[in-house]
């Protein structure tokens, strides 16, 4: 069953990047408890106290992770955007195979709605590959991309980019006088694109938001 609590957690560390030992240390657990939940079904559902810790570290509603079924969708005062699972090239340029999304990050809703004017389903995270955009973003990093911001209300800034079947990450510098702009790297050790046509490089959202993990 996909909307099983055990396989949401089990997504969720692989998608993060998390281990079950050092989810279950943070709830003062012994390092197997989480794998035994997961795998073994022992316990058999997870505490209020724990089900909480995990919702709010993940930023998902506790229903996911087998909470009450009134607050399927999202929790009180929270906003899900949906991650999609393709990658946004800092690099070379990544191929899209896949633009189906799952909820995958809750955002408080006056908070976003104070980063932008924009509806959550024009809302949308995927993850950067490469290092082109460093230090600014860096691989790994998720990114909260305004599908509603893009060729409209161009403005300097990071847009995710759709150029031939690629999508990359970079930023615009716009010609004041002209609709032409430089694509830039923030890595100096890659160059810009001078002078490119909007329809050459298709801007299809703005980067609003960035999340990393901490090594």
Same mark, same amino acid.
């Given at each position: ?6 396989? #949401? ?9 998390? *281990?079950?030992?050092?989810? +279950?240390?943070?709830?003062?657990r012994n390092p197997a408890y989480i794998q035994q939940y997961v795998r073994r079904g022992?316990? &058999? ?15 998902? @509603? ?5 909470? @009450? ?9 929270? $906003? ?6 393709? /990658? =946004?090239?800092?690099?070379p340029g990544v191929i899209v195979t896949e633009e189906l999304g799952k @909820? ?16 959550? !389903?024009?809302?949308?995270? =995927? &993850? %950067?590959?490469?290092? +082109? /955009? !460093? ?5 790994? *990093? *998720?990114?909260? %991309?305004?599908?509603?911001?893009? %060729?409209? &209300? ?9 150029? *031939?079947?690629?999508? $990359? $990450? ?5 010609? @004041?006088? !002209?609709? &032409? %702009?430089? #694509? ?22 703005? =980067? ?6 901490? $090594?």
């Open positions: 069953m996909l909307n099983d609590p055990r396989l #949401v957690l089990e997504r969720l560390c692989a998608e993060r990047g998390e *281990d079950f030992a050092g989810l +279950s240390r943070m709830l003062g022992v316990p &058999r559902r997870l505490g209020e106290e724990e089900r909480r810790k995990l919702a709010r570290y993940f930023g998902v @509603p506790e229903a996911l992770l087998g909470g @009450p079924a009134e607050q399927v969708g999202a929790a009180a005062g929270l $906003v899900s955007i949906k991650r999609h699972p393709v /990658m =946004v090239s800092a690099g @909820p995958y990050f809750a955002f408080d809703e006056r908070w976003l709605k104070a980063l932008t004017p924009s509806e959550p !389903a024009n809302l949308s995270i =995927v &993850r %950067v590959e490469g290092d +082109s /955009m !460093a230090p600014t973003l860096n691989a790994g *990093d *998720d990114i909260l %991309v305004d599908l509603g911001d893009s %060729v409209e &209300r161009l403005r300097d800034g990071i847009y995710v980019l759709r150029i *031939d079947d690629a999508l $990359v $990450v970079k930023r615009l510098a716009l010609n @004041p006088t !002209a609709r &032409r %702009v430089t #694509v830039q790297s923030d890595n100096p050790a890659y160059p810009d694109w001078p002078d490119c046509s909007l329809a050459d490089i298709k801007p299809i959202g703005r =980067v609003i938001w960035s999340g990393r993990r901490i $090594v």
